[in-house]
């Protein structure tokens, strides 16, 4: 019979609501592309996202439209040779990878070259609210040795003590999402360094980002919305100092990987990121994540529900994938 190529949409709630600068959510809503080859299946889970001009349905969509091309046996290069970097071609190349790696027996994590996948401490997120919110947030997260902390702009300075003082202990990323601006970039940057953060995730919106190559400098940056794959990278030598790799953006593990290669050519760290989702989406994520400076892949710690099977979590302590679920 061939391949046969499912498309389905899920839902996850969100355990409360996860906040960023760009406004709220409370649940997860994804779309799975599975690959049914005989006994073999391979899967492959996306989130849409508005930023980048993406919907359920245009997803849906981009996927329909190389469903004949995958059901004919279409390899990961002919896929990324017909659908642009972004949630659609993530699913269906991580599928094919998927696929592959039940087809012929060897681990996915082999496939792409590595010898061993190790468990690895994920960051926790930290929603944007008022600082005394954030404060209680990071006291219930105390625990956790990396948070990333959401901001939104105005009142960040504020937002960053707070945190801090609820979790005095545990080391710290922010994510501005794009919401400061030039004018407040050194006074939240001093804010930052005084509070011992590790990394500033894109800070300026990414059409006004060329203003990074002449700022002071406090903390290291990253890019983010910045980047989403090989293209345009080379660009932002002297603005970041680090990239946030999400599968989302590439377009799946393929592109990932070659990212993740060119990036360290290029002298950036690399920091392996996620959108909220469930184990599915994160367990290829793990992939680029061996050996990255930064790893931000708590999607199914925000849920209120995980996929079953699912990754197992121990505090952030995030080990490698079981075969039932990917890869």
């Known amino acids: 019979?061939?391949?046969?190529?499912?498309?389905?949409?899920?839902?996850?709630?969100?355990?409360?609501?996860?906040?960023?600068?760009?406004?709220?959510?409370?649940?997860?809503?994804?779309?799975?592309?599975?690959?049914?080859?005989?006994?073999?299946?391979?899967?492959?889970?996306?989130?849409?996202?508005?930023?980048?001009?993406?919907?359920?349905?245009?997803?849906?969509?981009?996927?329909?439209?190389?469903?004949?091309?995958?059901?004919?046996?279409?390899?990961?290069?002919?896929?990324?040779?017909?659908?642009?970097?972004?949630?659609?071609?993530?699913?269906?190349?991580?599928?094919?990878?998927?696929?592959?790696?039940?087809?012929t027996g060897v681990a996915a994590y082999r496939l792409a070259g590595l010898l061993r996948m190790e468990p690895l401490v994920t960051a926790f997120t930290i929603s944007v609210g008022t600082p005394e919110e954030m404060r209680e947030a990071a006291a219930k997260a105390a625990h956790r040795p990396l948070l990333k902390v959401k901001l939104a702009g105005d009142g960040d300075a504020e937002r960053i003590a707070a945190v801090r003082a609820g979790a005095s202990d545990s080391a710290l990323i922010v994510d501005a999402n794009e919401a400061w601006r030039e004018e407040n970039f050194a006074a939240n940057s001093e804010a930052c360094a005084k509070a011992g953060v590790r990394l500033i995730e894109q800070p300026l919106p990414a059409d006004a980002d060329a203003a990074l190559a002449r700022l002071p400098r406090l903390v290291p940056i990253c890019a983010d919305e910045s980047v989403h794959d090989r293209i345009g990278l080379s660009a932002l030598v002297g603005r970041y100092d680090a990239v946030n790799i999400k599968l989302d953006k590439t377009g799946g593990l393929t592109e990932a990987l070659a990212l993740a290669a060119e990036a360290r050519r290029l002298g950036f760290s690399i920091m392996a990121g996620c959108m909220v989702g469930t184990s599915l989406a994160m367990a290829p994520a793990l992939i680029v994540a061996q050996g990255a400076e930064f790893v931000d892949l708590d999607g199914p710690l925000l849920l209120a529900k995980d996929r079953e099977p699912g990754l197992r979590y121990e505090g952030s302590l995030v080990y490698p994938p079981e075969r039932g679920l990917w890869g």
Do not use: H
């Not at 996306?46 to 919907?55: L, N």
């Not at 995958?70 to 190349?93: F, I, K, Q, S, V």
């Open 1 to 103: 019979m061939g391949v046969q190529l499912t498309i389905s949409v899920e839902r996850f709630p969100i355990a409360g609501r996860f906040v960023i600068s760009r406004g709220a959510k409370t649940e997860a809503v994804v779309v799975v592309a599975r690959l049914a080859d005989g006994d073999a299946l391979g899967q492959g889970e996306c989130v849409p996202y508005a930023r980048y001009g993406e919907s359920v349905e245009s997803v849906v969509d981009q996927l329909e439209s190389v469903r004949d091309l995958l059901e004919a046996g279409a390899d990961r290069a002919a896929l990324a040779a017909l659908l642009p970097p972004g949630a659609a071609r993530n699913a269906a190349d991580c599928a094919l990878w998927d696929l592959e790696a039940k087809r």
